[in-house]
């Protein structure tokens, strides 16, 4: 079983953002599975930039339909999505630096926590203009 499921309860109505959302999980699992089978330090490094291209990616696919939806909440949700994709590069600097044992479970931690407060509250915002 997955530690970091998928719920329909995250569902923002926008089929594409649900298909990245889920995508998003899924490489969160990768490392929780990595974490049970004492391999996460290995991948660590694989996983952060993973997740920082591919929310990078998520974060502009989102912003463009908010955009397009003139949604009026876009600024605060940009600032948002750069605050954890510096959080993130700061987590990957740490492994860099040879420190990926103290960065694992933080990373784990912290997306997890980000990804599911920010689906359900920043992104349920823009689930009714879409």
Known sequence: MSLYEW???YSVGVASMDSHHKNLFKILDKLHAAMKGGEAEEII???INEL???TKYHFSEEEKLMEKANFQG???HKREHDAFIQKMAKYKEKVDNGMAIFAVA????AAVDWLREHIMVMDKKY???M
């Open 7 to 9: 719920d329909d309860d």
């Open 106 to 109: 933080d990373v784990a931690n």
């Open 74 to 76: 876009l600024p605060a």
């Open 127 to 129: 689930k009714s203009v």
């Open 52 to 54: 920082i291209d591919y």
């Open 45 to 47: 490094a694989g996983i």
